[in-house]
């Protein structure tokens, strides 16, 4: 079945065909819808499940860790503020290994108040233990929501779906909607080996000494350094059985590249064109799009690099101090592993349209060795200049 609707809507019918059985809501623009419109589902009796209408984005975590401990399939959604109010709680839910799915509308922070797309919300938050997943487009949202689950459930991590607000968030598109019985045969109902439980007393998140505490932090670095493997592993066979396949990384054109964009989330289709754009000028420039970015996919973005001479990477946020959070986890990829020259590029940020015209130019002044771009910092900024 093929339905238009819009990235929010994608996400909420992602949350009925995983069968969710508690949803913990706080609105916040431009995630509203999702929650919404899970109420309306699960008001309409068409999703069995425990709508929490909670007083802050704190709570809804919060009520998520409880469901989940307790061995429920739950979910939630969120934006900027919302996100960074959960920050404490993001913690519990990563160190008490338990899969929760949040849907994260990407959207700036303030002040100055701003309701438009930029990153920095989220990967501001990513060494939270958070699996980061940036969604491309509605039918990604949709896909991604199930193997996002099925990921989560076998490692016992929580994953963060990102969506571009308004770009994605409240654009409509054609979505293919799977039959809800091949995802029951794909995702089975969720049933955790350890759960807390009044008929079997158990003590969980105690006071842990340093003898036990280092063994434990050092068992989720390995566990979730392994995520990559596994959601390619899960990916792959959700294409097996519907025909879409969703990587930790998607790469265009950079086989024989020696120049390549990286983008995250719905900036990567205007890399693509920008991309095709310089190909037809005679530059040998292709593209990536990095889909997970925690954990950080390093042998595949190394192998996706190894003709590039320069690296474009585009950044919809900014570590304020130093530069792009994008341009600097690829940089430590690359430290001792390529010679190719990583230029930042700082674009987009608070709502601005990201078009393959200026990607291309900006190509063209990073890459051109006879001038040297205006930087601030370690980056270029495209819509601030100097």
Same mark, same amino acid.
Request: glycine share 8%; hydrophobic share 45%; charged share 20%.
């Given at each position: 079945?093929?339905? #238009?609707?819009?990235?929010?809507?994608?996400?909420?019918? *992602?949350? #009925?065909?995983?069968?969710?059985?508690?949803? *913990? *809501?706080?609105? $916040?623009?431009?995630?509203?819808?999702?929650?919404?419109?899970?109420?309306?589902?699960?008001?309409?009796?068409?999703? +069995?499940?425990?709508?929490?209408?909670?007083?802050?984005? @704190?709570?809804?975590?919060?009520?998520?860790?409880?469901?989940?401990?307790?061995?429920?399939?739950?979910?939630?959604?969120?934006?900027?503020?919302?996100?960074?109010?959960? @920050?404490?709680?993001?913690?519990?839910?990563?160190?008490?290994?338990?899969?929760?799915?949040?849907?994260?509308?990407?959207?700036?922070?303030?002040?100055?108040?701003?309701?438009?797309?930029?990153?920095?919300?989220?990967?501001? %938050?990513?060494?939270?233990?958070?699996?980061?997943?940036?969604?491309?487009?509605? %039918?990604?949202?949709? +896909?991604?929501?199930?193997?996002?689950?099925?990921?989560?459930?076998?490692?016992?991590?929580?994953?963060?779906?990102?969506?571009?607000?308004?770009?994605?968030? @409240?654009?409509?598109? $054609?979505?293919? #909607?799977?039959?809800?019985? +091949?995802?029951?045969?794909?995702?089975?109902?969720?049933?955790?080996?350890?759960?807390?439980?009044?008929?079997?007393?158990?003590?969980?998140?105690?006071?842990?000494?340093?003898?036990?505490?280092?063994?434990?932090?050092?068992?989720?670095?390995?566990?979730?350094?392994?995520?990559?493997?596994?959601?390619?592993?899960?990916?792959?066979?959700?294409?097996?059985?519907?025909?879409?396949?969703?990587?930790?990384?998607?790469?265009?054109?950079?086989? +024989?590249?020696?120049? #390549?964009?990286?983008?995250?989330?719905?900036?990567?289709?205007?890399?693509?064109?920008?991309?095709?754009?310089?190909?037809?000028?005679?530059?040998?420039?292709?593209?990536?799009?990095?889909?997970?970015?925690?954990?950080?996919?390093?042998?595949?973005?190394?192998?996706?690099?190894?003709? *590039?001479?320069?690296?474009?990477?585009?950044?919809?946020? $900014?570590?304020?101090?130093?530069?792009?959070?994008?341009?600097?986890?690829?940089?430590?990829?690359?430290?001792?592993?390529?010679?190719?020259?990583?230029?930042?590029?700082?674009?987009? $940020?608070?709502?601005?349209?990201?078009?393959?015209?200026?990607?291309?130019?900006?190509?063209?002044?990073?890459?051109?060795?006879?001038?040297?771009?205006?930087?601030?910092?370690?980056?270029?900024?495209?819509?601030?200049?100097?």
């Amino acid at each position: 079945m093929k339905k #238009v609707i819009m990235g929010t809507e994608a996400a909420a019918l *992602a949350g #009925v065909l995983a069968r969710v059985q508690v949803v *913990a *809501a706080y609105p $916040i623009t431009p995630q509203t819808v999702i929650v919404e419109q899970l109420s309306d589902y699960i008001g309409r009796g068409e999703l +069995d499940a425990e709508f929490l209408s909670v007083e802050s984005e @704190h709570s809804a975590m919060a009520a998520c860790v409880g469901a989940s401990a307790t061995g429920s399939r739950a979910l939630t959604a969120t934006s900027s503020q919302g996100l960074a109010l959960m @920050h404490e709680m993001l913690h519990h839910a990563a160190g008490g290994r338990l899969p929760i799915v949040m849907f994260n509308a990407n959207r700036a922070l303030s002040p100055p108040w701003n309701l438009y797309c930029d990153h920095t919300d989220s990967l501001s %938050q990513r060494d939270t233990g958070w699996v980061q997943y940036y969604c491309a487009d509605a %039918q990604d949202v949709l +896909d991604a929501t199930l193997i996002a689950y099925k990921t989560a459930e076998q490692v016992m991590l929580p994953v963060m779906l990102n969506l571009d607000g308004f770009y994605l968030t @409240h654009t409509s598109e $054609i979505v293919d #909607v799977p039959d809800l019985s +091949d995802v029951d045969a794909f995702l089975p109902p969720y049933r955790p080996a350890e759960m807390v439980d009044p008929d079997r007393p158990s003590t969980y998140g105690a006071v842990c000494g340093a003898d036990l505490y280092t063994p434990l932090k050092f068992r989720r670095q390995r566990d979730m350094l392994g995520v990559t493997e596994v959601w390619s592993e899960v990916s792959t066979e959700f294409a097996a059985r519907f025909g879409r396949e969703h990587p930790p990384v998607e790469a265009y054109l950079s086989a +024989d590249a020696q120049v #390549v964009i990286i983008a995250i989330g719905t900036a990567a289709g205007a890399a693509r064109m920008a991309a095709d754009t310089l190909r037809a000028e005679g530059m040998a420039v292709g593209s990536l799009r990095l889909s997970l970015m925690r954990p950080f996919p390093t042998a595949t973005v190394l192998k996706a690099l190894s003709t *590039a001479k320069h690296i474009v990477v585009l950044d919809r946020d $900014i570590s304020f101090g130093t530069e792009g959070i994008v341009a600097q986890e690829v940089k430590a990829c690359l430290y001792g592993n390529s010679s190719a020259a990583v230029h930042g590029l700082v674009t987009g $940020i608070g709502g601005v349209d990201v078009t393959a015209e200026k990607l291309a130019e900006a190509v063209r002044i990073l890459t051109d060795s006879t001038g040297t771009p205006r930087l601030l910092g370690q980056s270029f900024w495209a819509e601030a200049p100097l």
